[in-house]
């Protein structure tokens, strides 16, 4: 019976262990992909619980199969689908200035791969250009390690737009 309380005591902490590492993982971004977020404490508050709840759009637009227009060099390279475009994949960060064209009004998703650091000079400012309306999220896929503060440099938006920025770092094969 001496070995009662010690098993007791050892299964309570495997059930504290297990907890705290189901938690941690719970409250980790999903899928590697990051969010911006105001710096604002009261506006994380209020907005949270919304774009928790809203992410499942974000990811049918970039998982599954829309009318995709994909553009590098400065030319828009191929159209994939027949209906209006919804997402934009730039193949390097030279391109923005073709996102003035009117055929992109009904856009929602942009998608920006950048190889290497130094193409995160040029920026895409969206503080002046309402030739986007529906515009919803912004996806920057980096080839090496970037953090929040380099995203945010390089994606200018208004701080009350509903544009949500997200990126994730991948590691080219």
């Known amino acids: 019976m001496k070995n009662k309380p010690a098993l007791t005591f050892y299964s309570f902490l495997l059930v504290c262990i ?4 189901s938690i941690e993982n719970a409250t980790a971004q999903e899928n590697g ?13 209020k907005v949270k619980k919304y774009k928790e709840k809203n992410r ?18 400065n ?21 923005f200035g073709l ?23 040029n920026n895409l400012d969206l503080t002046a250009n309402d ?3 529906s515009l919803k999220y912004i996806f920057v896929k980096c080839n090496f390690k970037c953090n929040k503060q380099q995203i945010k ?18 590691s080219s094969s």
Do not use: M, W
Request: positive net charge; aromatic residues 10%.
């Open 33 to 45: 992909i990051f969010e911006l977020t105001n710096d604002d404490e009261l506006s994380k508050v």
């Open 18 to 21: 297990v907890s705290i590492l």
């Open 75 to 95: 030319t828009l390279n191929k159209v994939y689908g027949e209906e209006e475009i919804k997402k934009i994949t730039f193949g390097d960060s030279k391109s």
């Open 153 to 170: 440099k390089f994606v200018k938006a208004n701080k009350n737009s509903n544009i949500r920025i997200f990126y994730r770092t991948e």
């Open 131 to 133: 030739k986007l309306p």
């Open 99 to 121: 996102l003035n064209d009117k055929k992109y009004d009904k856009v929602e998703l942009i998608t920006i791969k950048v190889d290497k650091v130094i193409d995160l000079n």
């Open 56 to 73: 499942g759009k974000f990811y049918n637009l970039t998982q599954k199969l829309h009318t995709t227009a994909y553009i590098s060099n």
